[in-house]
């Protein structure tokens, strides 16, 4: 599984958009990125994931550049409730999930 | 509709004791997975079920198995416990091939 770098943390103002940059310069053609949040004491909740195209549901958007090495997960509007550890995880599909550290985001009022 | 469902939720266990944790999948999904997570650490990956044989398996000892039953539901054993072995166990659930859904986890305690 290739691995992924992410920023240890940060701040997001409420109701601005937040974007968590992942670099993940060892992807092959056939692995998806996925992104996952942890919310403190509760399991990870999917949020998104993407092959080439960009992806946009009722949560994120994701964004991948023409050369898959790295990926953006924004959310538009950020809420005090988005506070959580962001995971972006490359892996085949249907594979298992390999967790890094993650990103803290930190939405303040 | 009812998601990932674990029990128990919270357990204390001696050092050598064993212990079995269990995992209802989400309605509809096939394919179960087991987490460990370690205070201030990201999950890492135990094994997965599918058509209840084991698929895949992380690094981690024969001390850990699991089974998977015809409703695709599944248990996680853990023999000989070690102080370590303290950590939030995580389920995972998913239509092969598909996102995966998370349940609460089990925080077992070994003292």
């Known amino acids: 599984d290739a691995k992924t770098t992410q920023p240890t943390s940060m701040d997001c103002a409420e109701g601005r958009a937040a974007n968590l940059p992942c670099n993940h310069s060892?992807?092959?053609?056939?692995?998806?990125v996925y992104w996952y949040r942890q919310i403190h004491s509760q399991g990870p909740q999917y949020i998104i994931h993407?092959?080439?195209n960009n992806e946009t549901n009722e949560m994120a958007s994701l964004i991948i550049t023409e050369d898959r090495k790295s990926s953006t997960l924004i959310l538009p509007h950020a809420t005090l409730r988005d506070t959580a550890v962001y995971y972006c995880?490359?892996?085949?599909?249907?594979?298992?999930?390999?967790f890094g550290a993650g990103t803290i985001l930190r939405v303040k009022s | 509709d009812a998601g990932v469902t674990q029990s128990p939720t919270h357990l204390i266990k001696t050092r050598g004791q064993q212990v079995t944790l269990r995992c209802s999948p989400k309605?509809?999904?096939?394919?179960v997975s087991w987490y460990q997570q370690a205070l201030g650490q990201g999950p890492q990956f135990i094994f997965q079920?599918?058509?209840?044989?084991e698929r895949q398996r992380g690094n981690f000892p024969d001390r850990f198995s699991g089974h998977q039953f015809p409703n695709y539901s599944s248990e996680l054993n853990v023999n000989a416990l070690l102080l370590g072995d303290s950590a939030l166990y995580l389920c995972?659930?998913?239509?092969w091939g598909s996102g995966y859904t998370f349940g609460s986890g089990t925080r077992l305690t070994v003292v």
């Open positions: 079920y599918y058509e209840e044989e």
């Open positions: 995880i490359v892996s085949l599909y249907g594979n298992k999930l390999v």
């Open positions: 995972a659930s998913s239509l």
């Open positions: 060892t992807i092959s053609g056939n692995e998806y």
């Open positions: 309605s509809g999904h096939d394919t």
């Open positions: 993407g092959l080439k």
